[in-house]
């Protein structure tokens, strides 16, 4: 990958990092106060997603972003999550970037509170389209599994979590995986 494909990648990630920041604070500053959420809370965030196994060899660290819906009962440590995600992986060599969005459905089960936050375990399934940014290529769809660990706890008027999870996506060729850190908000 060039020089200059590497700062125009490097300059979208931080772009990206900004408008997450923005929406973080715009989030915190309407949102109700924890003690009045509802047992149905959305999520936003993003950050830094790993490439691993054979899928690291041709992508460099890239960048994603999840929008999601968080159902819980609040006498109960379980929770429903349903998230979608756009990842973004430059090439190791060359000048094309691999994409992939991903319809999520998981279960989350808050494992122990940790002073004011609480540690969460979170696994389910999903379907993710993948496309190689080249002209004629066309996006695939296959079956994918996620796991992770994750903290959630208040931050001003909302609640914030940082949470990392390992994606396998089972595709013809074998397995695409990465590990996605997000930092985000829940309201």
């Known amino acids: 990958m060039s020089r200059s494909t590497r700062t125009a990648n490097r300059g979208g990630l931080r772009s990206f990092a900004a ?7 715009v989030a915190t500053l309407v949102a109700a106060p924890a003690e009045a959420q509802l047992p149905v809370s959305f999520n936003i965030g993003g950050g830094l997603t790993v490439p691993s196994g054979d899928l690291a060899d041709m992508t460099d660290n890239g960048y994603h972003g999840m929008v999601g819906v968080r ?3 609040p006498a109960l440590p379980v929770h429903v999550r ?9 090439a190791s060599a060359g000048d094309v ?30 379907y993710y389209w993948s496309k190689v940014n080249v002209a004629g290529a066309e996006r695939v769809g296959d079956l994918g599994w996620n796991a992770g660990l994750g903290f959630r706890f208040n931050l001003m008027a909302a609640k914030a979590f940082v949470e990392a999870r390992y994606h396998s996506i089972s595709t013809d060729g074998g397995n695409m995986t990465s590990m996605p850190f997000t930092v985000g908000l829940t309201f």
Not at 19 to 25: D, N, P, Q, R
Not at 82 to 90: E, K, S, T
Not at 104 to 122: F, N, S
């Open 19 to 25: 408008h997450v920041l923005g929406l973080a604070v």
């Open 71 to 73: 159902f819980s009962a």
């Open 82 to 90: 349903v998230d979608g995600i756009y990842n973004n992986l430059p």
């Open 97 to 126: 970037d691999l994409s992939t969005i991903g319809m999520l459905a998981g279960l989350g089960y808050d494992v122990v509170p940790v002073g004011p936050a609480k540690l969460y375990a979170l696994a389910g399934g999903g």
